[in-house]
C-alpha cells in the first residue's frame, strides 16, 4: 500500500494499492497487445476522444484542484491555475495534431514518389513528477496518445491521486483501459517500468534519477527522453524598472513555493542598482502569505517531500558560512507541516551551494555584477541549462546576452514561463530530447521514409 499524507498536516490522505513488479509486467503486456488497434483508429478519433478527455478537466477543476493541493501541497489558486493552464496545452495538442501527422511527399517525378509517413513509437513509459502533474504529464501523455500510442504513466509517488484521477478520465473519454494505463508506486516501480521492453522512455524529475534511467535505457536502443532540473539564472541590468524586475523575479523564485523546474534560482544584479534591487525584492517577498494551502489567499505553502527541508538548511548554513548575507528566513517554520521560511540571501558567489545546486524551495541568492560580460560568464557557470532570462528595456542589449547563453528557453523582461507553442528542453544536466511546440507531438512518432517507383 502507498501511503498519501498531507505536506500541510502530515494527515494520511489514503492508502492506495501499490503495484508489485509482476503487475507492472503484466501492465506493459496488455499494453502492447492493445496499442495497434488504437494506433489504427482514424486520427480524428483520437482527437475527439482528448476533447472529451479536455471536457471532463474542465467540467472537475475544482474537485481536481482540491485533490492536488491536498497531495502536494500547492497553494489552491495556484492549483486551479495549473488545472486552467493544462486546457491551453490540450488544446494546442488537440489543434496541431492532424498537422503533424500528415503524410508528406517530399519528391514526385517521373514515377518516384518520395514521402515520409508517421508512425507511433509503440508503448511508451512516462514516469512523472509530483509539482505541476497536470503539465508535465500532459506533456506526455496527451500526444503520446494523439499520436497513437499506448502509455504506461509511472505518477509520482507524491501525486499519485491526481495521477489515477488523470487515468479515470482518460478511461471514461474513450482512451481504452489498456491503452492508459496508471502504475502505481515509488521508486522502485518506476524502476521496473523503465526495465519493461517498451519504445521509449519519457522522464521527468531530477538529474539523479534521470541519469539513473539513461544508463538502464542505454543498451536498449530506444527512445529516451530526460525533463530534469535547472539552477535557472536571471540578470537584472542597470537600466531595468527596478521595482517592476523585483516583483516579477520574486514571484518567479517562490511561485509553487519554488518548486518549479524553472523557477527562478539565482539572480544577478547590476552594481549600480543592487542595494535598490535587493530592498525591492525583500519587500515583494515579505507581502507573500504564507498559509494554509486550501485558503485561497495563501501563495506559500509547505514543500512536498520532507526530505527537501534538509537540503534547504545546508544551502543556507553553507552560504553563511562562506560569508552571504541572510536577509530573512533561513529555517524551516515552527508549525505543523513542511514548511520553510522564505528565504533570501545577498553577498553570494559562486564557492556556494545555493548558486550551484538545485534548491527547489522558497530560497533565493542575489549576486552584486559589474557588466553584462560577468553576468553572462556566471549565468554559464553552472551545470544545468533550463531557462535563463534579463530585464532590460533594451531588447538588443537582452538578445545579444541571451543568445550567449546556454540553455533551452530564454526571456526577456519575464521569467518562470512555460509556452504550449514553443520546444520544452534542458542543455547538460538539465535534459535531453523535448516537448511541447509540434516538435513535442512528432517526438512520439517514428518517420518512415518511403521510396515509391511506379514504372
Ligand atoms: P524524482 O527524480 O525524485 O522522481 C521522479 C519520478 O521518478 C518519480 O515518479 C519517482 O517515483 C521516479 N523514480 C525514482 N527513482 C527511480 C528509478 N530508480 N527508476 C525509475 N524511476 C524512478 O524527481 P521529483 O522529486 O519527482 O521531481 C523534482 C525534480 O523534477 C526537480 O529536479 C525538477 O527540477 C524536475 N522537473 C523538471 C521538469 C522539466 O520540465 N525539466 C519539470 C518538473 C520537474
Sequence with gaps: MLKILNPATHAL????????????????????????AWAQRPSTERIDVMTRFREQVRARHEDLAKILTSEVGKPIAQSRNELNGVLGRIDFFINNAAKVLKDEVVFADRGLEEKIAYEPLGVVA???????????????????????NAVLYK????????GLEIAKMLHASGVPQDVFVAVVGGGEIGASLARQPVDGIFFTGSYATGRKIASAAAKRMIKVQLELGGKDPIYVCEDADVKAAAASTADGAFYNTGQSCCAVERIYVHESIYVDF??????????????????????????????????????????????ANLLMGGKPLTRK???FAPTVLSDVD??????????????????????????????????????????????????????????????????????????????????????????????????????????
Design 278 to 323: 535587493v530592498d525591492a525584492f525583500v519587500a515583494t517577498v515579505r507581502g507573500f502569505k504564507i498559509g494554509d494551502p486550501r485558503d485561497d489567499t495563501t501563495y506559500i505553502g509547505p514543500l512536498t517531500r520532507k526530505a527537501q527541508l534538509a537540503v534547504l538548511k545546508r544551502q543556507v548554513a553553507d552560504a553563511k558560512k562562506k560569508g
Design 155 to 162: 505518477p509520482s509517488e507524491f501525486a499519485t491521486l491526481s
Design 13 to 36: 490522505i489514503a492508502k492506495v494499492p501499490a503495484d508489485t513488479a509482476a503487475a507492472v509486467k503484466q501492465k506493459y503486456q496488455a499494453a502492447r497487445a492493445a496499442q495497434p
Design 126 to 148: 512516462n514516469i512523472s513528477a509530483w509539482n505541476y502533474p497536470y503539465f508535465v504529464g500532459a506533456n506526455v501523455f496527451v500526444p503520446a496518445l494523439l499520436t497513437g
Design 337 to 339: 507541516g513542511h514548511y
Design 350 to 455: 559562486h564557492r556556494m551551494e545555493i548558486m550551484r545546486e538545485e534548491s527547489f524551495g522558497p530560497v533565493i541568492g542575489i549576486q552584486k555584477v559589474n557588466d553584462d560580460n560577468e553576468a553572462t560568464r556566471l549565468m554559464n557557470d553552472t551545470a544545468y541549462g533550463l531557462t535563463a532570462g534579463v530585464y532590460t528595456p533594451d531588447r538588443e542589449r537582452a538578445e545579444k546576452i541571451l543568445a550567449q547563453i546556454k540553455s533551452g528557453s530564454v526571456y526577456w523582461n519575464c521569467c518562470d514561463r512555460v509556452s504550449p507553442r514553443l520546444p520544452w528542453s534542458g542543455l547538460k544536466h538539465s535534459g535531453i530530447g523535448l516537448t511541447l511546440s509540434t516538435y513535442g507531438i512528432q517526438t512520439f512518432l517514428r518517420p518512415k521514409a518511403w521510396h515509391l517507383r511506379s514504372v
